[in-house]
């Protein structure tokens, strides 16, 4: 009964054997592997995008704050979430790595930016003042760090406001195949078509052990990218064992398998809960991420079963007051553990 | 016929066995897997350290630059050699980490400082003076970036002049296996014995897919080395891919067992260098890289017969003229190609 | 009719007769002239801090953000009200100078933080996760960025919040002196006594030509601080001409008269304006500065006639709306021009 | 006899009466002076440049540092003299402003680069390899730091080989007033006419208080540059005090005129050194500043009788022994003292 995180579970089985087949003799090193020239093909392919830069590193957090670095000046601010992870839960990798740039922080119910919100954050900024910060690139998140997922027509209209302003966007992509499944529409459809210029493609929380890629739809800062990963120790000297993950990610449409199956087994959970009347929804859950509420009792209970959760609060108090929990699904989840975890909330 | 470095072969097969072994089911994120624990274990007990700080990333130049940055404030000079990786070949890694270090170069006749360049290097920066950068950490490597090996009196003696200023001491051990192994010395004599603080214990270069472990011997900065590791994203969240890795490195001495291959592989090779009039070696080739002249010819001719290694300047020119290379052999290289490659040269 | 900031006035008469006498001969360079001397012992005396470091930079963006480098970790968080002078005036200089800290921003009416909202602020700032920035500093600001002043009981109630952390606090006091002779208490109880770690003590806004004081309380971070400001260039050659300028404003108490001459030409202009119907004060005016809104059309008429202040919105609209404006008072300000004013609002 | 520093001695009378009348009521703050406009304007003439862009601050490790910083990105190299006042007298603060550059030395005999020795460290640094460091800006000095100038063909040679890899030049010209007076060209032929881009023109060291214009020909620049300038603090509110020095400076050419004096009075001093068979000139004295020799014994004396210079070495030791010193002339230099040290060094 795992539900702490999508990055606590296996990796693929396919995604194990390709990296066994890349294994053999030896390849040119720091990108210049067959397998690279493969997954940018691929990735290009996926996003209709034959002009895009594509890298690739190891965690996510390298690839927002290189990214964020390449679209940001040090004395401006990267427009984000109140709750984004960059903001939230990257000790300030963000900062690290544009050289001390400011994130100003946009209300978000459900973690959602509204377009006025957006613009009203960036109308508070004064361009053109010496005074203040600069404004720079708008950062959007989906799937959100609360599950919810942008419809098309959510992130056209908060690019929109961006390009009012000719900011650049960037969008953290961490479970973006989770949010494709949910939306229903194209790679293409839900970046460069709805104005976002920069996106952090997940790989590690669904299905492989630890790949992103970063995809430049205008090539223009590809070389100053390629410095920036070099300089933070994020270019790999035996790089063929990260193309072999995203190869395999990307092959047969893999990736959004597993995206799949996480979405289902979520989906199972949440209407578990959903007929729990001591269960309370805290987000709506669109994708593979759940936050809810329930008794303090019956965290205990279900962690003394094994579930492995987080508990938004302390375990020890009044059995009765309601704890928030948040509950992730991977690709892996079984269904047999999601009815023994909703036998014990229901008991 | 694969010289051109020890990152461009193969993973070895018990590694990539643990690393199946590795993926069943769920894991704690982030360092708190089991086999971090064993690694951490395994480590304290190869330097006979039990007190030791022990971290992995997935590259040498981000273990070197973060060690550098815990130990090295903003205003201080980082002494090392003139030819060393981390001022040549990690496009400023330290520089970002530390926030603007400086870099001071101590001439290094075969890449290897002596105490008494070291000495006067330190003393010409003047401490206590606001004018100028103040001392900071030193910076050894061994096997060094020319393939010559320090002896154990060496290290003492560089060490014990950083000593004498109060200096920490940093060793790039991105190929320490090697180095070992030619000086048939402890982990722990080449290291805390003489006077070394933290060191870069490579593992890409000598059989793995890409883990380096950071080694502090004194803990005190350990809690800082963890944020900026985090705040640069090299943490990663599925940890245990690399502790897996790490782990079968050290399980039955596999890395003495791979060093000691590619280092058997290089002695071939030079033998068959010494007995051929036309071929200059540049450097006492102490582990497993070579530094060596021969004609351009016949830099072309073996590399139309399929040869891979670094050639020092243009391959179009005079055909007699000597022109340097770079030979490194791997764990993985075989005597057949060897002897091949060296029939190419003495034709 | 000069109401637009208290940088914009002229230096007091004997600041410039002590920059003229400290214009004879040759003095030590870098601050060993003995002028600065001078300097440090009647800074220690004024705050009766016989231990307290002392230095002198020209600018308060300067001040603030060395003492917070020296104060913050880079991976730290600065906790300061939403509307501090280092989050929205200094253009990211807090996270330039600390090497990219993040800082969070605390509710703040009138722009004074409460004990509670500080509190929860720290509470969100998960110390000891390796995931998010940590705690940090604390930077209060008296005279406040609205025209408020903290009571005594104020600053020791949020010092007293920071010390519950073991935080150290920073005290942004650009207006110094104005809140001295509004609080009306001793340096030394509004500062160390209070639980203030370091100050920046402002001068430029209060008579002098452009010179503030960095005083750290514990003088343990003197020598880090020292560096700090040479690598920014904040150390000036010819250090003589900011010694004369802080210790002419430190000597007889000119900066106090100074102060109270600002502070009473703002209650006079108060006291005028709370006389009229038409014009609605913001925050409470407690100094030198006042928030207040007046309609339109009176902000066009009275600059018409000369008058020069902020209005905070357009000039062109219904000239009826009110719409704000900030009136600040400088030493040198005349009663004259303060009725002419205040005739014109009136009219 | 003060010979310690052009830094340690008065500003001209001229610059304090103009600091006095700009004493006189209100100005708009940060650079929006009347006296400002009138400055630009002025620099435009004097260097025949009517596009450049002009701002000033208050130090010349400002200056340098952050014209150095909008020149160069944190991944490139700037190449300067192995004894650059960048590299050896400013704790780093082009790393500090410039994001972690590296600045790459080039030999200099008497201070200054050849083209030769120029190009073989271009040459050095890999461009196009992600490995190393990129090539920068090319900073330049004159005055050098050991009293040379460079001719206007040196100047050309120089810049030239800058413009053969397409990098900008910048020129510390703290000293530039002494080295027009010395090369007799006019200030655009020593810049951009030679080929220069960006130029800090000193006014510290010869007769003000503290200023010096950053001075960019092309003026694309303009306004990262005062964003970095704010943002480093060193953009003064009460920034009539800079701009009223500096126009006093480059009025009726007191610049010339405080430069022609100090130069003459070293003139004198070199003549009275040749002169005396035991003193030994370093370098080529063609500016302010002598590095010479003579016997430790002299050293003691002249300083017992209230000589101020720099000993290049400890003072006790044998009396014979040569050792070095620095001697520099300010503006205000008299005959009298000048001979008088000459009696004593003579005697």
């Known amino acids: 009964m795992h539900f702490a995180s999508d990055n606590s579970g296996p990796a693929h089985p396919k995604v194990m054997q390709a990296l066994m087949e890349a294994n053999d003799g030896y390849r040119m090193p720091y990108g210049a592997d067959a397998e690279m020239a493969a997954v940018r ?12 830069a594509v890298y690739l590193v190891a965690t996510g957090s390298a690839c927002n704050a290189l990214i964020l670095a390449t679209l940001c000046q040090p004395w401006q601010a990267v427009f984000c979430s109140e709750v984004a992870h960059i903001e939230e839960d990257e000790c300030g990798a963000p900062e690290f790595f544009t050289g001390g740039a400011k994130l100003a922080l946009v209300d978000a119910p459900d973690a959602m930016m509204t377009p006025e919100a957006l613009r009203a954050r960036i109308d508070r900024t004064d361009q053109g003042v010496v005074h203040g910060v600069q404004r720079g690139p708008v950062s959007l998140t989906t799937v959100t760090e609360r599950g919810t997922v942008y419809s098309l027509d959510q992130l056209r209209g908060l690019a929109g406001v961006a390009k009012d302003y000719d900011l650049p966007v960037h969008l953290d992509g961490a479970r973006f195949a989770n949010a494709l499944v949910t939306a229903n529409h194209s790679p293409a459809d839900m970046t460069w078509r709805a104005g976002i210029d920069a996106v952090s493609l997940g790989g590690t929380k669904n299905g492989l052990l630890g790949v992103e890629a970063a995809v430049f739809f205008d090539p223009a800062h590809a070389w100053e990218f390629e410095l920036r990963r070099k300089r933070s120790g994020h270019l790999f000297s035996k790089h063929r064992y990260l193309s072999a993950q995203m190869l395999a990610y990307l092959t047969d ?95």
């Open 253 to 347: 449409d893999l990736w959004l398998e597993t995206a799949r199956a996480a979405n289902a087994a979520c989906a199972r959970l949440v209407a578990g809960l959903r007929a729990l009347d001591h269960v309370e929804l805290r987000h709506p859950p669109q994708a593979n991420m759940i936050y809810c509420a329930f008794p303090r009792g019956l965290h205990r209970k279900a962690k003394e079963a094994g579930a492995q959760f987080y508990s938004l609060g302390a375990l020890d108090g009044d059995d009765d007051e309601m704890l928030g929990a948040r509950l992730v699904c991977d690709w892996s989840a079984s269904d047999e553990n999601t009815d023994r975890f909703l036998k014990i909330l229901g008991a």
């Open 41 to 52: 093909d691929r990735i290009r392919e996926v996003f209709e995008a034959p002009e895009a």
